[in-house]
């Protein structure tokens, strides 16, 4: 069992960063890779960014790409999404996942095993 809990949202300018935690207990946490997504309203929720179990390796949506940057301390189990020049077009519900799976990065929902609550990021034109 893994339980996640995002921390961080808010509402910002357009042009503005923030930084997304979410922090892991249960099963050990540099045993799994972690990955964020985001669903805004009346859309699907969709893949932002992985990170792989040691941190060596990540992975973006072409649409977040040069501009967030996931990052990880397995010694506080925690992964974070820096977001920079933020656009209303980020606005969205972000969820950090778990993905216990033993290898690869993935951007599939479903082969994400465990799910945090969701923070709010709203980001005015």
């Known amino acids: 069992q893994v339980q996640l809990v995002e921390s961080g949202g808010g509402l910002v300018q357009a042009g503005d960063s923030l930084r997304l935690s979410c922090a892991a207990s249960?099963?050990?946490?540099?045993?799994?890779?972690m990955g964020w997504f985001r669903q805004a309203p009346g859309k699907e929720r969709e893949f932002v960014a992985a990170i792989s179990r040691s941190g060596g390796y990540t992975y973006y949506a072409d649409s977040v790409k040069g501009r967030f940057t996931i990052s990880r301390d397995n010694a506080k189990n925690t992964v974070y999404l820096q977001m920079n020049s933020l656009k209303p077009e980020d606005t969205a519900v972000y969820y950090c996942?778990?993905?216990?799976?033993?290898?690869?990065?993935?951007?599939?929902?479903?082969?994400?095993?465990?799910w945090g609550q969701g923070t709010q990021v709203t980001v005015s034109s």
């Open positions: 249960g099963r050990t946490f540099s045993s799994y890779a």
């Open positions: 996942a778990a993905d216990l799976r033993d290898y690869g990065l993935s951007l599939r929902i479903h082969e994400y095993d465990y």
